[in-house]
């Protein structure tokens, strides 16, 4: 049997667990921002037991948190920190711009540049931890989605 182990970060993605991850990216930001936002176009879980992301990290920003946002009854947009994104047996979650949850980059190091990369390591309370690559790069699809593949 023949055991490949990836050293370093995926550029599209992993696995952890049952838990498959697709194209984490981060829109770019302004010079002189401290905060940022990165998205997992999908995050799919293919097992049969639930599974939860609990935190990430990178080195591009002090800290990584989980939010929501969300319309409230009066029509605005709410946005908050959220103790883990919820992953049913079977389920996907979709992350967009302006929608749904998220990942905020709290005290970016550096500001995001449209084409850079970065490390961020998912941890899931079923799945384990993964590192993946981020690529920055502005929005592209019409429903705010950034293309599977960067141009």
């Known amino acids: 049997m023949l055991l490949l182990v990836s050293i370093g970060a995926s550029p599209h993605g992993g696995q952890a667990g049952d838990v498959v991850v697709t194209h984490p990216f981060a829109t770019p930001t302004v010079p002189g921002a401290r905060t940022g936002a990165a998205y997992l176009v999908r995050l799919e879980n293919k097992g049969d037991v639930a599974d939860r992301l609990l935190r990430a990290s990178t080195p591009a920003a002090a800290s990584v948190e989980l939010h929501s946002m969300k319309i409230d009854a009066q029509g605005i947009m709410r946005m908050r920190e959220v103790d883990a994104i919820p992953l049913g047996p079977g389920s996907t979650v979709t992350m967009r711009p302006g929608q749904g949850v ?50």
Do not use: K, N, Y
């Open 102 to 151: 998220h990942l905020m980059l709290v005290g970016l190091r550096a500001p995001l540049r449209e084409g850079a990369t970065f490390p961020m390591t998912l941890t899931f309370e079923r799945g384990g931890s993964i590192e993946v690559e981020v690529v920055v790069q502005s929005p592209r699809g019409r429903d705010g989605a950034a293309s599977p593949h960067p141009h």
